[in-house]
């Protein structure tokens, strides 16, 4: 790399938020620089739930514009990414003990599927008792009903990947391993510092994005003028890893210690359990799955499925960027914030939370909120038009 590279958008952070700016803003014809410090999807975006999906339970949070949203977007990755995001089963087994009664779940699904146009792959139905010894060994005793809906799941890191690909197709480029080591914002534009393996390089910008995720608040840390960083908790999330796949569709389970939504999926031949949630303190670099989350997510797995092996195969963990809150991480809003230097010219705005599933709803507010800043330039393509593969 040269030592001194200018281009119109630079861009923090090679997860799915970073590379999804990266592709809106190369499609609208802007030059784009990503620099990611290890490899494309190193933190979060490897290490989700792998759910493409319209949020079921944020109607809880009655989230009904973000769940309308995310079923939208749903629809358009099974359109425009066929070979990364399957349209995929789940169901919802009700116990005694189930903290949201039959009743509830009929309503929330029934909201669900209006919510998604009443159309047939969005509506729900119960699985008849007949066929409870079909689902995986699924506990029985107790069992009062299981309700079945569809939603998506995807392979994250191949979509971050694939996401990519399309904006370097229209003119981005990606460079990595690259670190940022300084941001200073004057009127007219931004000049990065960068660490290319111990090479120094300097990129001037028009704007620069803030996508890094868990590092963001450090991101921001390097900026001159000192920019307030954004009050948020850093959230981890475990999941596991047990043999043998799960072949009926993937299970929506309530945790009977805390009555936490867990879900149970299929995943390359075995079977993924997850997540777990609470609040992380230190470097985002270092997270590790604790002794305690995988014994809680065996403990669900023992629970519905008291015949299937349980023996270890792998745990990972990831963070989520939730907003600085009393109380459990998982009743949390998961709107996205994006804090910018300045409310009318910004040069620098920051990503904080977002999901997986909108990532291009978010990417698209991030250039509307930098359109007056940015100099004009010819369309290329529209993200929502943009195959991935």
């Not at 802007?30 to 109607?59: D, F, M, N, P």
């Not at 092996?309 to 745990?315: C, I, R």
């Amino acid at each position: 790399m040269n030592s001194e590279v200018q281009c119109d958008v630079l861009v923090v952070g090679g997860g799915i938020h970073g590379v999804g700016v990266a592709q809106a803003a190369a499609a609208a014809g802007y030059s784009v620089k990503l620099c990611e410090q290890t490899t494309l999807a190193a933190g979060t975006s490897s290490k989700s739930s792998k759910l493409i999906h319209g949020g079921l339970r944020y109607l809880e949070q009655a989230q009904f514009k973000l769940v309308r949203e995310s079923i939208h977007e749903r629809e358009l990755l099974l359109r425009i990414a066929p070979s990364l995001v399957q349209r995929h089963w789940f169901h919802i087994p009700v116990y005694p003990q189930t903290k949201r009664s039959g009743w509830w779940l009929r309503a929330g699904l029934s909201v669900y599927a209006v919510l998604g146009g009443l159309r047939r792959d969005t509506c729900y139905s119960s699985v008849p008792k007949a066929q409870w010894g079909n689902l995986d060994g699924l506990r029985t005793d107790g069992l009062q009903a299981v309700f079945r809906y569809s939603d998506a799941k995807t392979d994250d890191r191949l979509l971050t990947e694939a996401v990519m690909r399309s904006a370097e197709s229209c003119g981005a480029e990606l460079l990595c391993p690259v670190r940022v080591t300084r941001i200073q914002i004057d009127d007219d534009g931004c000049t990065s510092e960068l660490d290319d393996s111990g090479m120094a390089v300097t990129c001037r910008s028009a704007v620069v994005v803030n996508a890094a995720g868990p590092w963001a608040n450090r991101v921001i840390d390097l900026v001159q003028p000192e920019v307030r960083p954004c009050p948020v908790d850093l959230v981890q999330g475990t999941h596991i890893e047990l043999p043998g796949e799960i072949t009926q569709g993937s299970y929506y389970l309530e945790s009977p210690q805390d009555g936490r939504a867990v879900f149970v999926m299929p995943w390359y031949g075995r079977t993924l359990v997850g997540t777990t949630e609470h609040v992380f303190e230190g470097d985002p670099g270092s997270v590790r799955p604790l002794d305690q989350e995988i014994e809680y997510l065996l403990a669900v797995t023992r629970h519905y499925f008291p015949e299937r092996a349980t023996e270890l195969l792998d745990a990972w963990a990831g963070l989520r960027v939730l907003p600085a809150a009393q109380g459990a991480a998982f009743s949390r809003s998961r709107e996205t914030q994006l804090p910018v230097d300045h409310p009318r010219r910004p040069r620098f705005i920051s990503i904080f939370g977002g999901k997986l599933t909108g990532y291009r709803i978010t990417a698209g507010k991030v250039m509307e909120r930098l359109a007056a800043t940015l100099p004009p330039r010819t369309r290329q393509a529209r993200t929502e038009e943009m195959m991935l593969e």
